[in-house]
C-alpha cells in the first residue's frame, strides 16, 4: 500500500524525476518528506490546490554530480545536482 502512494506522488525511472505524476483529486493539498528517487536522491513535495508549490531534492546519496531530468505534468528541465546539495524548485521548475 504505501509503495502504491509514493508511486502517486513520485516516479523515477529512465534518469527522470517525474513529480506528481498520478495526484489523486481527494487530496488536493498536501505533503510527503524523505521520498527515494532512483540514483540516490531524496525528495520532500509540497503541493496545494492540486498543483506543486515545492519541491526539494537533495542528492544525497548520488555516485556523482551531473544533470538530471525532473518533470512536472508537460514540462521537463534538465537540473543538474551536486553530491551533498539540495535544489529547490517550483511549479515551473526554477
Do not use: C
Request: a positive charge; charged letters at 30%; proline letters at 3%.
Amino acid at each position: 500500500m504505501a509503495a502504491s502512494v509514493a508511486e502517486i506522488l513520485l516516479q523515477s525511472h529512465a534518469g527522470e524525476i517525474d513529480l506528481l505524476p498520478a495526484l489523486p483529486s481527494k487530496y488536493p493539498t498536501g505533503s510527503v518528506r524523505g521520498l527515494r528517487a532512483r540514483g540516490g536522491y531524496e525528495v520532500d513535495i509540497y503541493w496545494k490546490e492540486g498543483k506543486l508549490e515545492k519541491a526539494v531534492i537533495k542528492a544525497d546519496r548520488t555516485k556523482k554530480d551531473g544533470f538530471v531530468s525532473v518533470r512536472y505534468r508537460d514540462m521537463v528541465k534538465s537540473i543538474k545536482f551536486v553530491k551533498g546539495k539540495t535544489v529547490t524548485l517550483n511549479s515551473f521548475l526554477e
